[in-house]
């Protein structure tokens, strides 16, 4: 009979791929609402529940939904803008966290259920660019007319030099230009004038113009001193000459992107979503200078990916996350559920995927710092022990145990132990499903001690200070088992529920062979 232990610090995310459970990792085949922490012992991962929302705003009136919410930086002054729509019209209003205040700046807009918008700096002022496909303007806050009057919000009727109008979604700024899209044409301005599409002369250099495509564009984005123009199932890059200042397009990559929303720079990298290919891929830049396709980072997500509809792919949301303790990327899944949310989180650091399940959102930005969301309500993300008051489930399905080898008979001879942080409740519940055999699963609830709801007191002079280690941990016992295949499942069921866990360890696994 062989006798083994294990002993993991290291855990990890979503792995359907190529699944891992032993002393260097353990994945999981699936998780909800657990994130990935160091605990900065020997370089090791641990896993706790994530924290949840609270609303920050209940001003918005019952019968509108928050489209988008997007930051403006306007003088250095950060700002907050919020689209939202009813059965009637388009609304934007500007939101003040701070201040708890919404001030309606724009209604009357058409009902398009999307929307993009970009920060522009024009040298003499500061500009926020609004477009739902339909309209386009900008709001200058505090911008007072000749005459005196405060003029924020401007309208532009757009044209180009052909006199059609110049509408769409995807607007950035790229060579000093304002850049639309919509269908098979890609508008530019006059250079330093988003407010100008028609001057076209071959001869100036800042002159306006559009390029037409073959394919319908589904987003763009500024890449590496070049604009990334994509279709849904290719791509090119557009860039300008160096000695006569045109604009000209690459040859097409293999890589495309679902809608206008579906791309972000985070890091060094563009990524994007191909629904053509059911993957998220990257730019790559190459010592030649060329460019190509990066790998599919998502083949562990496969079975998310698979829920995306085609009719609301322009639902599809990303956004690049870089606070003071996270380093992550957002994508926002429609699929299909109107109660509950499900956001793919990709953990930039250690490479993989988690999952979080919220309330109903449309949207999420970071502005001024912090990561908001919204649907019905704007919310505050990764402050609230709930969600927005709502209890939604948390797990984390560890890899099957098999130790290699299907068939042999593995007993512990003493009960796994955990190590836990003390700093949460640590209330949750463990399920272990032996075989596969989903009708053997057995669960049990654990507690542990918590410093939680605690005094804390210093000892020593005025001048020096002992507090408590933040590292304090707790060990508890799991039960003893016998099982071919053991997946162990931490969940919470309860209000309250939580775990941090930084290490499990199996003492002795009697290995005994059929």
Not at 319 to 340: H, K, M, Q
Not at 483 to 494: D, S
């Amino acid at each position: 009979m062989q006798r083994t232990a294990l002993i993991c610090n290291n855990f990890s995310g979503i792995n359907r791929s190529s699944s891992v459970y032993s002393s260097s990792v353990i994945t999981a085949s699936d998780m909800q609402n657990v994130e990935l922490f160091a605990t900065e012992v020997n370089s090791g991962v641990g896993i706790r529940t994530s924290k949840g929302n609270v609303s920050v705003c209940r001003l918005i009136p019952e019968d509108e939904n928050v489209i988008n919410i997007f930051e403006s930086i306007q003088k250095g002054v950060t700002h907050f803008f919020v689209h939202t729509e009813n059965n009637s019209e388009g609304k934007i209003y500007l939101f003040s966290p701070s201040g708890g205040t919404l001030e309606l700046k724009v209604s009357g807009l058409s009902l398009t259920s999307v929307s993009s918008a970009t920060d522009v700096s024009q040298g003499w002022s500061d500009l926020w660019v609004f477009s739902n496909s339909e309209e386009i303007l900008s709001i200058e806050l505090g911008n007072f007319n000749d005459e005196g009057e405060l003029e924020e919000v401007k309208m532009m009727e757009l044209k180009d030099a052909d006199e059609r109008d110049v509408k769409g979604l995807g607007v950035v700024i790229f060579a000093g230009r304002l850049w639309i899209f919509d269908g098979q044409v890609l508008w530019y301005s006059v250079q330093e004038n988003i407010y100008d599409f028609s001057t076209s002369n071959a001869e100036i250099t800042t002159s306006a113009g559009y390029i037409e495509f073959v394919k319908n564009i589904t987003a763009i984005y500024p890449y590496l001193g070049t604009l990334a123009v994509f279709h849904n199932n290719s791509s090119c890059l557009i860039s300008r000459d160096e000695d006569d200042f045109s604009f000209y397009k690459t040859l097409d990559f293999p890589g495309g992107c679902a809608s206008y929303n579906s791309v972000v720079f985070h890091g060094t990298e563009l990524y994007f979503y191909d629904d053509t290919k059911k993957g998220v891929f990257s730019f790559k830049q190459v010592i030649n200078g060329d460019r190509t396709l990066g790998n599919n980072i998502a083949l562990d997500i496969q079975d998310e990916l698979f829920k995306i509809k085609t009719s609301i792919i322009h639902s599809i949301k990303t956004l690049s996350v870089v606070t003071s303790d996270r380093n992550e990327v957002w994508f926002l899944i429609p699929d299909g559920n109107e109660t509950n949310s499900l956001i793919m989180i990709y953990d930039y650091i250690r490479k993989c995927w988690v999952k979080r399940k919220s309330q109903k959102i449309n949207c999420f930005a970071t502005i001024g710092g912090v990561l908001y969301s919204a649907g019905k309500k704007i919310y505050e993300e990764y402050n609230s022990t709930s969600f927005d008051g709502e209890f939604i489930e948390a797990f984390y399905k560890c890899t099957p145990l098999n130790l290699g080898n299907e068939n042999s008979i593995k007993i512990l001879s003493f009960p796994p132990k955990v190590t836990l942080d003390m700093y949460y409740s640590n209330s949750f519940y463990i399920e272990y499903t032996k075989n596969y055999d989903s009708m053997s699963s057995k669960t049990r609830y654990v507690k542990a001690k918590s410093l939680k709801n605690s005094l804390y007191f210093d000892i020593g002079r005025w001048d020096l200070s002992y507090f408590p280690r933040k590292d304090i941990s707790a060990i508890k016992s799991l039960p003893a088992s016998f099982f071919r295949t053991l997946q162990i499942t931490l969940l919470t069921k309860n209000p309250g529920d939580d775990f941090c866990i930084r290490n499990i360890e199996f003492g002795k696994i009697k290995v005994k062979t059929v």
